[in-house]
């Protein structure tokens, strides 16, 4: 499967376990002004990705949460209400890829092995680590 179906199939799934719209309206813009901080959003992407711990596909889900929910804050300095289904992929996919990035040369560090399901999507996408 190449990987952009890859991809879209863990967005699809990470995006149903989202509400399917959000009010940005309770929000603050952060001290730098480069972004609105939205209150309660990076607790629900937590709570979202807390799920997955312990999962083979932990690694995947908790970082794809967490594109999820940078892309949202991103959009909250230009909308007071999102619907998650009208979110573009290729910009999370950006987020994505970065923060796997990261994570792969943390596991590095440590020693750790990296998980088979990452191994296949990064062997497969090379734009990522």
């Not at 908790?62 to 999102?82: D, E, F, P, Q, S």
Request: charged content about 25%; proline content about 3%; overall charge negative.
């Amino acid at each position: 499967m190449a990987n952009a179906q890859v991809f879209s199939g863990w967005l699809s799934q990470a995006l149903s376990e989202w509400p399917q719209s959000l009010d940005l309206k309770i929000c603050y813009m952060q001290s730098d002004g480069q972004r609105y901080v939205v209150e309660g959003l990076g607790q629900l992407a937590d709570d979202i990705g807390d799920t997955f711990i312990g999962r083979e596909d932990e690694l995947i889900f908790r970082n794809l949460h967490w594109a999820i929910n940078v892309a949202i804050h991103g959009l909250a300095k230009y909308t007071t209400r999102i619907c998650l289904a009208d979110l573009r992929g290729e910009p999370v996919q950006d987020i994505f890829n970065a923060k796997l990035r990261s994570c792969i040369d943390d596991l590095k560090k440590e020693g750790e092995e990296i998980p088979a399901l990452l191994c296949e999507y990064i062997i497969n996408n090379t734009s990522a680590p």
